[in-house]
């Protein structure tokens, strides 16, 4: 099986983040805050680390924003020197200069196969990262490092897996694999959120993937399900078929942004870690605690 440099990141960016409405009417979910920037930064942080160079952000109309903050901003920049404010000055200025980073968009919301399928004219010919920015995960190295190191070891794609509990497998999709060596798993099914008693395993599918651009023509081929989408799910039980299909139970702590309590919580677990925030979260526990917060 050929094995490429993965240089390019996917990232699906388009959705309309309706689990932190209102907020998300005019700010996308990806750039919310998590401590001291973007969620979406965390992700092409890990994207970077992995050793990719361009950024394919598949976004939509209402995500000018995220653009707008991968670019120069000039007008700040301007300010900031004029005021002598060096270190935020360079701060700024390091953001678009991380990567290379390339936009197109997705017209409907069709789902996540769909939203890699968009990519296809900038990602075709060579394999390339997906990163799905709602999981930030803590790792080193990265997570999507981890599973590019796989695939230059065994070449094929490759999925990132986490053991769930039996009551979490409704969750998620979940693989039927067989253990190959410590931590990888040779995939030979998915089943996308199996009924009660019905998972094939407990491994559950994460999002970090290293893919093939075969995938491309296998979703075109994929029929839509529920709501008119295109499952990714389903056009990576066609590409086991053909190619090798890796799973690799990443080592690393991951930090679930995609709901409202999962945001709070991966905001105070990462404020703890800070030593210019963590007594202010505390101070803040201990007045509840007392009765003082209320």
């Known amino acids: 099986m050929q094995k490429q440099i993965v240089s390019k990141c996917l990232f699906p960016v388009a959705g309309l983040g309706t689990r932190f409405l209102p907020a998300t009417k005019d700010v996308p979910k990806e750039m919310l805050p998590l401590v001291n920037r973007p969620i979406l930064s965390y992700?092409?942080?890990?994207?970077?680390?992995?050793?990719?160079?361009e950024m394919v952000m598949?976004?939509?109309?209402?995500?000018?924003?995220?653009?707008?903050?991968?670019?120069?901003t000039w007008d700040l920049e301007k300010t900031l020197a004029e005021r002598g404010k060096k270190e935020l000055l360079n701060l700024v200025r390091q953001i678009p200069q991380m990567?290379?980073?390339?936009?197109?968009?997705?017209?409907?919301p069709l789902g996540l196969g769909h939203a890699v399928l968009c990519g296809e004219s900038l990602c075709s010919g060579d394999y390339f990262g997906v990163i799905l920015p709602d999981d930030v995960m803590i790792a080193q190295p990265s997570v999507l490092a981890q599973l590019i190191e796989v695939h230059e070891s065994l070449g094929g794609n490759v999925i990132a897996l986490e053991m769930v509990s039996d009551e979490d497998t409704s969750r998620y999709g979940i693989v039927?694999?067989?253990?190959?060596?410590?931590?990888?798993?040779?995939v030979c099914n998915l089943v996308e959120k199996p009924g009660k008693g019905c998972a094939p395993s407990n491994l559950a599918i994460m999002g970090r993937y290293v893919l093939s651009p075969r995938i491309f023509s296998i979703l075109k081929e994929v029929k839509p399900g529920a709501g008119g989408e295109i499952q990714l799910t389903d056009g990576l039980i066609q590409l086991a078929k053909e190619e090798p299909l890796w799973g690799v139970v990443y080592k690393g702590r991951r930090l679930d942004c995609g709901t409202q309590k999962g945001w709070l919580q991966a905001n105070i677990e990462l404020a703890l870690k800070d030593p210019s925030l963590r007594d202010i979260v505390l101070?803040?526990?201990?007045e509840y605690k007392k009765g003082e917060g209320k």
């Open 43 to 53: 992700g092409v942080e890990e994207a970077i680390d992995a050793g990719c160079t």
């Open 58 to 72: 598949i976004s939509s109309r209402s995500k000018r924003s995220i653009e707008d903050y991968f670019d120069r």
């Open 99 to 108: 990567a290379r980073f390339i936009f197109t968009r997705q017209a409907e």
């Open 176 to 186: 039927e694999a067989e253990k190959i060596q410590e931590r990888v798993f040779q």
């Open 283 to 286: 101070q803040v526990v201990e």
